[in-house]
């Protein structure tokens, strides 16, 4: 999840509440020890089996509300609070951002999801402490070919970053290989949302770009860093606004818009994938 990536530098801690994580302190870039990673783990679990139920699931005539009130439902059934839910006042546990709606879309009883519609759904749970984050893209029924090879190519492209990682590889072999595929497939990478680091704090250091930059430095990847990666791409043109509801985001020119994202923990000799739902 890339939620709220302009209050990622002030706003890098969490704790449980009755509306969600609260925000604390930054604490920098962490190395997970081996008994918060099998909570992290199981955070990651539960996340991965919210969303391939939500997979299983959508169809037509549904309503992102619908999904919304499954995810809840689920998460809180299997031990864990929604990670997003109350999160510097966002009102759902998923973001459900359909077609050109890029990222932060909220769920709502009125929207309905339709054949042809391309669907990003994104989520996370805090299980004992620790968040797990993931986003997947759905099509929904038979949608057009620039759509469905936008989606495939947003999933291509994280599997390319993520087959960077490793220790002694850094934040920026990852931001190439990501952006080469994009740049492969035809499209553009988002610039406005990064990946980062995840566990006891839902947005923790390191920002993950998702193109080659400078803006920061160039972190190398150290065993135990737990990291969300999430390519965002846009059919058209990475510029994006945000609409009045002050946090659906949509690319100006009109143009689909697709995401992909995993929790995963750097290896000596790679990553394991967290959040893998098996599929």
């Known amino acids: 999840m890339n939620l709220f990536a302009d209050l990622l530098a002030s706003a890098q801690g969490s704790t449980v509440t009755a ?31 919210v ?3 939500i997979m299983d699931l959508v169809e037509p005539g549904q309503t992102t509300g619908d999904l919304d009130a499954h ?24 973001c459900a951002s359909i077609n050109n709606e890029v990222v932060h879309g909220i769920p709502s009883s009125k929207r309905v999801i339709k054949a042809g519609d391309l669907l990003k759904v994104d989520t996370g749970a805090f299980f004992e402490g620790y968040h797990g984050d993931s986003c997947v893209t ?3 029924g038979d949608v057009g070919e620039e759509a469905a090879t936008l989606s495939r190519v947003a999933q291509e492209s994280l599997l390319a970053g993520l087959a960077q990682i490793r220790a002694g590889n850094t934040l920026l072999d990852i931001a190439g290989a990501v952006e080469d595929r994009v740049r492969e497939g035809g499209f553009s990478v988002v610039e406005d949302y990064t ?3 995840v566990g006891r704090n839902l947005h923790e250091e390191p920002s993950v770009f998702n193109f080659r930059t400078d803006a920061l430095p160039n972190v190398t990847l150290r065993p135990g860093m737990t990291l969300a990666v999430e390519p965002i791409l846009n059919a058209g043109s990475k510029d994006c606004r ?24 750097v290896t000596s000799d790679g990553c394991e994938i967290l959040t893998d739902r098996g599929d």
């Open 19 to 49: 509306t969600g994580p609260r925000i604390q302190q930054r604490r920098g870039v962490e190395i997970k020890s081996a008994r918060e990673l099998k909570i992290m783990a199981k955070a990651s679990r539960i996340v991965a089996t």
């Open 51 to 53: 969303l391939r139920e």
């Open 71 to 94: 995810a809840e439902r689920r998460i809180r059934e299997m031990g864990a609070t929604p990670s997003f839910k109350g999160y510097h006042g966002f009102p759902a546990s998923i």
């Open 138 to 140: 759905i099509c929904v």
């Open 195 to 197: 990946g980062h680091g």
């Open 242 to 265: 945000t609409l009045k509801d002050r946090w659906t985001v949509v690319t100006r020119d009109g143009s689909m818009s697709a995401q992909w994202e995993h929790t995963i923990v």
